[in-house]
């Protein structure tokens, strides 16, 4: 069978909604808009596990874990009016199951300096907001990934969510395994295999597409997604979550595809 590992795809910068994160079950906040993602194989990765402090001329998380591994970033902005606790406790809830330890919280004024955090330590200013309006959580799973989330409210009134997942090298049996690749038109066929699922279990569905006479390959992956959501009908839809990778899939994925992957229980 196929592997698709979670850190293998280009740069996901056009998705709202949906990104990787999804794989451990992290489901964005409503109307949560993606600004930017990117994915980095075989990087050094500073895993904060305090507060950010002055550290001679430069700025620093007061402890790191510090490993090799592959890195996922993605950045969302929520609007204005959303409440930044019910953000923050949307997220914790999620990343908090499954046996996952919490390693590493803070907020408001205990995390440090929001300008720190956004520029010396996260490298992106979109970040910066008002120093007690910001939250930390730092979660690892049994499988030992890691994700760190960062939480603050820009000057604009905007809420700017940073989620990071890092697969360390040392961690074994964290690829994702393609347990089926089917036509996305072949709606029958994708019933019949998402009824046969054991019970509790769901997976996500990558939908590959390409550019039409009337379409992007974005929006016609968004088509795909509709005509199989409604082929599955209430009953099974709630057991697959499509992810559209438009045309940046890899060439093994074919096109017009759905590629699905079991959720880790």
Known sequence: MLKLRMMSFFSLAFFSGLSFAGMLGIEPYREAQLVKSNSQAGQIVDIPLGKISRAGSGWEPER??????????????????????D???????????????????????SCGSSNAWANNFFGDYLLYGPDQ????????????IYQVLYINRRGAGDVMVRLDEVKSAQANGTEFEIVAQMDVQDIPRIRRFVSALPAGQTLVGFVT????????????????????????????????????????GRESLGVNRVSFVYVRQ
Not at 137 to 142: H, R
Not at 226 to 238: E, H, I, P
């Open 209 to 248: 597409s390409q550019k039409t006479a009337g379409l992007s390959a974005l929006e016609s992956g968004d088509q795909l997604i509709s005509v199989m959501q409604a082929g599955l009908g209430d009953r099974f839809q709630d057991r697959v979550r499509f992810i559209n990778l438009a045309d940046l």
């Open 87 to 109: 953000v923050y406790g949307h997220y914790r809830s999620q990343m908090t199951v499954d046996g996952r330890t919490v390693l590493f919280e803070c907020d408001s004024r």
């Open 64 to 85: 790191v874990e510090r490993l090799e591994g592959d890195l996922f970033s993605s950045l969302y902005k929520i609007h204005r009016n959303a409440v930044l606790s």
């Open 133 to 144: 309006s910001q939250f930390l959580l730092v979660v690892k799973n049994t499988q030992d």
